[in-house]
């Protein structure tokens, strides 16, 4: 969020009171938080907008910062089943654009795409680089992890992809607590055929198994079927989720107190 005010010409909110924000709307909304074991969550939402009056193209003067928290229930009801995603003819960002920060504009924008996709009968879009529509960006509102067939984790590297909190500790997870190898470089999407298992990654589902991609009618259906989560990203998914309920010990810092 500190990043993405900065692309944006907003005043970044400093981290230490970003923090001590986040503890005071727990704290206040404590009655919200769903019950330990539910698998339902408090969602945190900051978000920053500006307030002034302008007219015309330049940044204001004057801007609030928000949080707002909403309980939500599990992400996955009845298991997490795989999805089918489609590769997208609409383009998400830019290279040098703003695809890298966490903007309404990259969302408003993905809206037709989306609404398109699900007609269609797809959960979501993968975008594909708009240079040369060959390398494997991310979806519109997660990031895409792939296991390949020895069993290592491979993360798409790109400057214009959001750089997804769920994806870097998946990593974290992956190196330190798994002993996977994990390499992040630039995927091609001639390369996916080779690839055991896909999964989207964000904060409200951290994992969600991809079954098959379908590339203009060509289907790439990966190993791990459609029934369940290939054995790595289902790992990964215990493993960190176990890291959130608080089962398994958590990396320095991860975890903060709310008194
Ligand atoms: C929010 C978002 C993600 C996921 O990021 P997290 O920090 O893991 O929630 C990935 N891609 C896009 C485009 C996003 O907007």
Known sequence: MYDSAKRLEMPPFPVDRFIDAVHQVVAANAD???PYGSGATLYIRPYMFASSPVIGVKPADEYQFRIFVTPVGPYFKGGAKPIVVKISDFDRAAPRGTGHIKAGLNYAMSLHAIVTAHAEGFAE?????PATRTKIEETGGANIIFVDKDGNLIVPKSDSILPSITRRSIVYVAEKYLGLKV???EVLLSEVPDFKECGLCGTAAVISPVGKINDHGKEIAFSSGMEKMGPVIQKLYD????IQMGSIEAPAGWIHKVE
């Open 239 to 242: 493993t960190l989720t176990g």
């Open 32 to 34: 919200w938080v769903p």
């Open 125 to 129: 879009n993968i975008y594909l680089d």
């Open 183 to 185: 390499t992040e470089r």
